[in-house]
């Protein structure tokens, strides 16, 4: 539905007028409903803190006799006796047991002084003596007080939900109202009723030994009432019991009613009102509006003739007049049109020049940009274990002096490396935020920043001194802080890792790139579930997280740029569709077999790529790999250094053996020394193919279940320690399976 300009103003007039009225009287409303309550509330407390002290020691010896009595006397509290509803009561005591407790001596005393209270809110001033419980002015004068009860706590309810009354004011059944009918609050509350009072927080709190009312009114069997509980004390300031006073809340109530109604009422008045002086001011202030329309429709259908007047000073009057210059300049302009259309024109020829110029110095950029580029890109791996292959497609392609290139922000860098004597092979796939030139910077300085620090790492044989898993941490860290220097202007996101040539361990960071890929027995999956990492240069860092994998001989990784996911599914229509399948990729690693090659061609063949693309394919210990060893293994040689305990020596003699297709004996050997030297997360590894591959080697399963224990894994220390009793019982392992569940179980 369509508004004119004049409702529009008189509905933001009325919308004002309601909300400021009705805020108003809302917040009205509250204050004087809070009022009311505290008020209400402090006049029933005083009251009550008055009443307590007619309590003296002779009555409050009184409470406790009785509440002895009822307990002694009381029928069996069983749970179906005490699930009374909120709000109910229960008698637990017999009609003959009631009837006689209520005429004792302690019974009598205290509801006098209850009926003493309660008639104390009377207009006129109560005799004094003993008081029935409707004496001769109920009715002509009636006391502002309606109940005034004793309640205790019973020992099966330690959350006091439930209470027992000892006395009440009101312990007969009568018609004080006359009505000939005896209603709910005219029933008797007779001594050892059950009152399930969870719905008086207030109650429940006051054997706390504080005084407490109700924050507002509440709702029982007996009517709407407001109430006060005060404690009654022992010398010692243990509570005995609590003094209930309740008021009636009716009358508030339909104050407070009446009010909330007047508020609607003075609400619904202001709206028509509004609505009838916003109508009538619309239609004043909507008039000039009409005209400029008018005026505006009138230009459109080419009429420059046309002025509008408005005999006005203030804004519309401005307004006008300038719509009247606007219509006498567009009548000018119209009549020299052609004259600027030619200028137009010229000036549109020497920019096309000055264009033509600038791309033919933007070429050049691109190539010198290319030029620096190229040696930086580059599968520096000599690994035989691991091998590697490229694969790289910038979308921007160009000619310099008859010299094709292609200029974009992905990047592929591989390279070896050396950690505590064993090898790594180094690789990452990164991809620069930004279009051609931009982009192709960012890979620039990532694949200077990546080269600098391989050469750092690696020149002259370097074998590095530290966790393959710290260098990772610290390599992220220097070239994150390199982007960081060009404050949000330059990111990149990549993957980045290293891969034990032997052992086959691969750990890699990814930055906001793509989930690596692994294929293993013609089945591909995502190797990451969830990235927390940012781009590098994100001023937002998030939380680092570095993805262990174990390879398996034969296992193949992929790691891309999102150039592998962003497809048009619709090349040459006009409308494209891209995809938002991430796993299709997936699916295309498996339909080629792993082949880097098919795969590019099935990708093209889904759709049209958008985007720089580039993919390294990692290779672990592929069927066609030489896996000759350096030196021909001497097994016995290795046995006579490891019954001599020459662990390093040993461990030297293993180092330079290709042990994937070993045996368990030769892998025992290895996580064995790699375990006395303190190297437990390398040992591992070797220790888990030996038991694999020889379920049953008791030695094993002894030095794994140690080697779990030292690294926190207690689970699987114990599984091994309890597979190695299993197969000799003899064995004395039962003290390390012992210390091993103890570490389990919670402190």
């Not at 009377?122 to 409707?134: E, I, K």
């Not at 420059?304 to 219509?327: P, Q, W």
């Not at 690994?383 to 094709?404: L, Y």
């Not at 990546?450 to 044989?461: E, F, G, H, L, T």
Request: charged share 25%; with cysteine; aromatic share 8%.
């Amino acid at each position: 539905m369509r508004l004119t300009f004049g409702w529009k103003i008189g509905l933001a007039i009325c919308l004002l007028a309601v909300g400021t009225t009705g805020a108003g009287l809302t917040y009205f409303y509250t204050i004087t409903y809070s009022n009311v309550w505290e008020e209400l509330a402090r006049r029933l407390a005083d009251v009550g803190r008055t009443g307590q002290f007619l309590f003296t020691e002779e009555h409050r010896n009184a409470i406790e006799r009785l509440n002895r009595e009822t307990d002694r006397l009381s029928v069996e509290r069983t749970p179906e006796l005490l699930s009374i509803t909120a709000g109910n009561t229960e008698q637990s005591l017999t009609k003959t047991t009631v009837k006689e407790l209520q005429s004792s001596k302690d019974f009598l005393l205290l509801i006098n002084v209850l009926r003493q209270i309660k008639n104390a809110s009377r207009n006129d001033v109560t005799p004094l003596g003993t008081l029935p419980q409707s004496p001769q002015w109920f009715r002509t004068d009636p006391p502002l007080i309606r109940f005034a009860y004793l309640l205790v706590a019973i020992k099966e309810s330690p959350d006091r939900s439930i209470l027992k009354f000892i006395a009440d004011g009101d312990n007969e059944e009568n018609d004080q109202d006359g009505n000939g009918q005896i209603s709910a609050d005219e029933q008797p509350t007779e001594i050892g009723q059950l009152y399930n009072v969870s719905s008086q927080p207030g109650l429940m709190a006051a054997f706390d030994g504080k005084v407490q009312t109700s924050k507002e009114y509440y709702e029982d069997k007996w009517g709407t009432w407001m109430s006060a509980y005060i404690p009654i004390k022992r010398p010692d300031g243990s509570v005995i019991a609590i003094l209930g006073i309740d008021m009636s809340a009716s009358s508030q109530l339909n104050l407070i009613r009446r009010l909330k109604y007047t508020c609607i009422g003075v609400i619904g008045a202001s709206f028509f009102l509004s609505v009838f002086i916003s109508f009538l001011l619309s239609r004043w202030l909507a008039r000039p509006i009409v005209l400029l329309r008018e005026g505006a429709e009138r230009v459109k259908a080419r009429d420059y003739s046309t002025r509008i007047e408005i005999k006005s000073s203030d804004e519309l009057g401005i307004l006008a007049a300038t719509f009247n210059e606007m219509v006498d300049e567009v009548r000018d302009h119209a009549q020299t049109l052609e004259q600027k259309v030619a200028a137009r024109t010229l000036e549109l020829q020497n920019t096309l020049e000055t264009v033509q110029a600038l791309k033919a110095q933007q070429d050049a950029d691109y190539y010198l940009t290319n030029l620096l580029a190229n040696p930086l890109f580059k599968n520096y791996n000599r690994s035989v274990a691991v091998q590697t292959e490229f694969f790289v497609k910038q979308k921007k392609e160009f000619k310099f002096r008859d010299k094709a290139g292609e200029l974009g922000g992905d990047m592929c860098v591989t390279g070896n490396l050396k950690f505590r004597g064993k090898r790594y092979t180094m690789f990452v796939n990164g991809d620069a935020m930004g279009k051609s030139l931009q982009g192709a910077g960012g890979a620039l300085i990532m694949g200077s920043v990546v080269n600098s620090i391989m050469s750092r790492s690696a020149s002259n044989k370097r074998d590095l001194d530290m966790d393959p898993r710290d260098w990772l941490r610290e390599t992220y860290q220097e070239i994150h802080n390199v982007f960081l220097t060009f404050d949000g202007s330059m990111y990149v996101s990549c993957i980045l890792g290293v891969v034990n040539d032997e052992s086959g361990e691969m750990l890699f960071f990814n930055a906001e790139h793509p989930a690596a890929v692994l294929f293993r027995n013609g089945r591909a999956c995502f190797l990451e579930e969830d990235i927390h990492l940012r781009k590098l240069g994100s001023q937002i860092q998030g939380k680092y997280v570095l993805t262990e994998v174990q390879l398996q001989p034969g296992d193949v990784v992929f790691v891309g740029s999102d150039g592998r996911d962003d497809l048009n599914l619709t090349p040459g229509d006009v409308n494209r569709v891209i995809n938002e399948d991430e796993h299709l990729f997936v699916r295309i690693v498996e339909e080629a077999n792993g082949n880097l090659d098919e795969i590019v061609r099935k990708l093209h063949e889904k759709g049209e790529i958008t985007d720089d693309i580039s993919l390294i394919k990692i290779s672990y210990k592929p069927a066609t790999a030489n896996r000759t060893a350096l030196v021909q293994i001497n097994t016995a040689e290795v046995v006579r250094l490891m019954k001599d305990k020459r662990y390093s020596e040993t461990l030297t003699l293993l180092e330079n053996q290709d042990l994937t297709t070993a045996g368990p004996l030769l892998l025992y050997y290895k996580g064995l020394c790699l375990e006395r030297l303190g190297r437990e997360q390398e040992a591992l590894p070797f220790l888990e193919r030996a038991i694999h591959l020889d379920q049953e080697q008791v030695a094993v399963l002894k030095v794994l279940g140690n080697v779990y224990f030292k690294m926190g894994k207690f689970k699987e220390a114990a599984e091994s320690l309890e597979r190695a009793i299993e197969l000799r019982p003899g064995d004395k392992l039962r003290s390390a399976l012992d210390r091993v569940k103890k570490r389990m179980s919670p402190a």
